[in-house]
């Protein structure tokens, strides 16, 4: 369960046609603590590719089917055989198919 709780501020831009939030949900834990995260509808909302030689863990999980322990495969992968040459690269790393490529191609970059 998701509840999104506007501050003053995003309650103000909002009223101004400036809605500051972009993308950004916040999610109440178990602890009742605000959290904030992205949302699944959002991710990858911005024409910016993820460049996968550079990319955080974090940053991975956005990708759809990629998850803590792909996104930790893709990082330990990089650290041990340098970075990728071309998106096509990824499949290399255990867990990275041809299926979940496809989903993440058009979402990748290198540099």
């Not at 991975?60 to 998850?67: D, R, S, W």
């Amino acid at each position: 369960m998701k509840i999104h709780i506007p501050t003053k501020q995003e309650e103000e831009a909002k009223k101004e046609g400036q809605n500051q939030q972009q993308g950004e949900d916040y999610v109440v834990t178990s602890s009742g603590v605000a959290d904030e995260q992205t949302s699944p509808e959002t991710k990858n909302k911005s024409n910016a590719k993820i460049n996968i030689n550079t990319a955080t863990g974090t940053q991975l999980e956005t990708l759809p089917g990629i998850g803590p322990s792909t996104a930790n495969k893709i990082t330990a992968y990089r650290k041990e055989n340098g970075k990728f040459s071309n998106i096509e690269d990824i499949k290399e790393v255990s867990g990275i198919g041809e299926a979940k490529f496809n989903k993440i191609k058009d979402l990748i970059c290198v540099k």
